[in-house]
């Protein structure tokens, strides 16, 4: 587990520092470095999506998420529950924009084969290295992302201790169910979802990326529908 104490850490540090950042830069600055950093985010999320390989599954898998996002209304339910944390802190109507710089962060941070192979080889083998990689890259993303986006980024260390941890526990029971195939689609999926959240970063969408997470989850499901029936 110190891989991803040390990768939490470095999200916190990277997240304090680009708050501390953001202050001092004006607000004409700080929309231009949003804007910017959503074009990046659209190029991540671009090279990741054209990796996709069955187009069909993917489409299946967004368009059931987005169903299941919009009847359960989990966007809604997550900017509520954001702003009754909030309201402990301050009152100035930023719950939902805090919420979404979770979301956003989270995605970022935790969407890719190198967290779920390199929690693996942690947890199999003891191998940090590509934790340890990622550390550094998640503490310039912290410093860039709550630069720009504020303090709900910060709130993805946790996230990330509980998911690559989980994996990191449970990799013995875990690898035998995540097939090469399952990583890459979830992958995919995640970068299409990336690459909408850098279309709202850039002002170009309103998408409710919230609503689209459930996707996510939907992958597997597909894959093993497929292999059930064919």
Known sequence: MT????????????????LLLRKGIPQSVADALMKGLGLCTIIIGIQGAVKEQNILLLIMAVVIGIFIGESIDLDGKINRFAERVMSHFRDN??????????ITACLIMNVGAMVIVG???????????????????????????????????????????LFQGTIVVMAAYIAPYLSDRLIAEINCTGCLLILAIGLNMAGLSKFKVINFLPGLFVVPIILLVQKLLF
């Open 3 to 18: 891989a991803v104490i040390i990768n939490t850490i470095a999200i916190i540090l990277g997240s304090i520092l680009g």
């Open 119 to 161: 929690s693996l080889d942690a947890g199999l083998s003891r191998n940090y290295t590509m934790l340890y990689t990622k550390s550094l890259l998640d503490f310039i993303s912290g410093i860039m992302l709550a630069a720009t986006l504020g303090i709900g980024v910060m709130g993805s260390g946790l996230f990330t201790f």
């Open 93 to 102: 109507g930023d719950s939902a924009k805090t919420a979404e710089a979770f």
